[in-house]
């Protein structure tokens, strides 16, 4: 497609269970990124991968939350043992260039994930 | 970190009025964009502006880098402007964008 591909738009899961959220960027972008957005706050950086490589991944809030982009395209957002405070709109982000220099961030229409 | 802060928090207006929303940020940037969330919490590309001055349609902006703002104007608001407008940046060296404290603009017919 054209834009930026997120997949569930929507998700609900119980307390304590594992959910995946999926990423497909815009074909030929390098970088790519995810962000959580609180209901009320704007969104806000949780990992950053160049092709395949995680070379960023200080936002993640914890050892719960696990990344991947295995060929440098389509990404995996993981939660383990949801809790409730992981319900948000999950984004992700494809640039052209690498590191985000000089080029626009593109978004997708996020996933809204409520943790029950 | 950088701080970015957007102004007014809340705008309404009637449907046809100008506005200008406000971007500023504490440090020096090297991207800058614009953005609306609409109220079903798509969040729209509007400019991408590390410096200098874009039209869009009804829309532009312009960005000031040595004294650290943004400006965005809307000229003959629609009620389809409705939502919240974010301006996002990030610093030399880095690649994450850290996003405003954003204006919520209501948009009345």
């Known amino acids: 497609g054209a834009g930026v591909s997120q997949s569930p738009r929507y998700k609900v899961a119980k307390r304590g269970q594992d959910v995946a959220l999926r990423c497909d960027p815009i074909?030929?972008?390098?970088?790519l990124f995810w962000y959580q957005q609180a209901l009320g706050q704007g969104p806000e950086f949780l990992t950053y991968f160049q092709n395949e490589a995680q070379l960023d991944k200080s936002g993640l809030p914890s050892d719960r939350f696990f990344a991947e982009r295995p060929e440098g395209s389509v990404s995996t957002l993981k939660i383990q043992r949801t809790q409730q405070e992981d319900s948000a709109v999950y984004l992700c982000a494809s640039s052209l260039a690498p590191r985000n220099s000089g080029q626009p961030q593109h978004f997708g229409d996020g996933t809204r994930l409520s943790i029950l | 970190g950088i701080q970015v802060e957007q102004s007014p928090p809340d705008l309404i207006l009637q449907e046809g009025a100008n506005s200008t929303l406000r971007c500023n940020f504490s440090?020096?940037?090297?991207?800058l964009q614009w953005f609306h969330q609409n109220p079903w919490g798509q969040l729209i590309n509007l400019f991408y502006?590390?410096?200098g001055t874009k039209q869009n349609g009804r829309l532009s902006a312009t960005t000031v880098a040595t004294e650290r703002y943004s400006l965005l104007y809307i000229s003959s608001s629609q009620t389809t402007d409705s939502g919240v407008y974010f301006c996002a940046v990030s610093t030399s060296g880095t690649y994450k964008y850290i996003f405003g404290t954003g204006t919520r603009l209501k948009v009345l017919a």
């Open positions: 440090d020096s940037v090297n991207n």
């Open positions: 502006i590390p410096s």
């Open positions: 074909s030929g972008h390098v970088s």
